[in-house]
């Protein structure tokens, strides 16, 4: 409240007039007249109120002005973003993302800097979104205990990269910890169907031999003529935990035997980590805690993501991952969002719920009303699986 300097207050009691102005301000419980109101812009102090009154019309004349107002929006023919209300805990709503809309109505194209969409902001502006540059650090780490909001998030990430991407222009693999038949894994199963680029879903067993593909491409890569026209690869780690293949082994980093060391998958992982983002191979990784985080990577790969989401956490394992306690304060449907490279942090809502009883995959989102084939394919892909489950997931990857 203390960021919102300009109030207005109608008739209150005395209790309510010291939380809407300041704690000296009790100038609304003194109002009498219908429609009396007191603006106020100077964050509530008794020196700033301005009484005034309020326009009041009829029930019938409101309305047919709110009629006429909706109709020449319509005849326009232009879209208009939808009002931003803060509704404190409430679930952002993938549909109100505007660009990632115009994204999927125009088709994919290549993008010089891909933009990944995390959420929607608590504050006036666009969408908080992850911005891959091929330079060091540009990865990005989601971490917290939050499964179902980190899968919702990964897989809108995976959408709205592949929509910035012409077909050949993009690469994804995609390592899920889930069984088969889970909940999870159907999910990015029904992601993966719909992407238009080369895309494959793998279990835990197959990675080692991704990460040594993945190892072969870097080196590769480390080419300036062969990397510079490569397409961008996106490397997607769900419940990293889960990966114990991939796991930075200390010995083998002071190993006599190189051998050894450059062909286990955790050392791999680590390189790609390290060195991986400048050729235009990115991590988006998750994991549930910043303990298991420290016990899975080295020091320096870690500090490789720069772009950083944090959910409710301890302060003292946010401060280790943002250098501020901040996220020991979220709540439900709460995120901190922090880019290391540009030093800043956002606060975001995403939208990732409980699961509804007997549904197949996570509480989801709606995706806009598009008419491209990819938007299509979303819709589509998510409708077949849920007539069983309501259709709660009939517009795609999940509410984020």
Known sequence: LGQMVVRIALQCNEADAYLIMDEENPA?????????????????????????????????ERDRYLRQVAELAAKSGRRFASPVIFEGNAPADIAENIPLRDLLEAGTRPASAPRAFLGAPNSIKGPTEAVFHRQSGNHLLLVGQRDEAALAMLGVCLVSLAAQHAKGGARFIVLDGNPP???????????????????????????????????????????????????TV???????????????????????????????PGMQFNNLIIDGASLGLHVLCTCDTYNNLNRLLSRKA???????????????????????????????????????????????????????????????PRWPAC???????????????????????????GRC
């Open 28 to 60: 609304p419980r003194l109002l009498t007249r219908p429609g009396e109101a007191i603006y106020n812009d100077t964050a509530g102090t008794l020196e700033g109120n301005s009484p005034f009154q309020i326009v009041w019309l009829p029930d019938r």
């Open 181 to 231: 038949d889970s909940a999870p894994h159907k999910f990015l199963e029904q992601v993966a169907r719909v992407i238009p680029q080369d895309i494959r879903l793998a279990q835990p067993h197959e990675a080692g031999e991704l990460l040594a593909g993945l190892a072969a491409e870097q080196a590769a890569r480390s080419d300036a003529s062969h990397g510079a026209g490569a397409p």
């Open 234 to 264: 996106y490397l997607l780690v769900h419940e990293l935990p889960k990966f114990k293949k991939l796991r930075y082994e200390e010995d083998l980093a002071f190993s006599l035997d190189e051998s050894q060391a450059a062909g286990h």
């Open 302 to 364: 870690i500090a490789e993501f720069e772009m950083r989401v944090l959910f409710q956490m301890s302060a003292n394992d946010s401060a280790a991952l943002i250098d501020s306690p901040k996220a020991g304060d979220l709540g439900l449907h709460r995120a901190i969002f922090s880019n290391g490279a540009q030093g800043w942090e956002d606060t975001e809502t995403h939208g990732a719920g409980p699961m509804p009883p007997g549904s197949p995959l996570p509480h989801p």
């Open 371 to 397: 008419h491209s084939p990819v938007a299509h394919d979303l819709r589509s892909a998510s409708g077949a699986h849920l007539d069983s489950s309501r259709r709660r997931l009939q517009e795609g990857v």
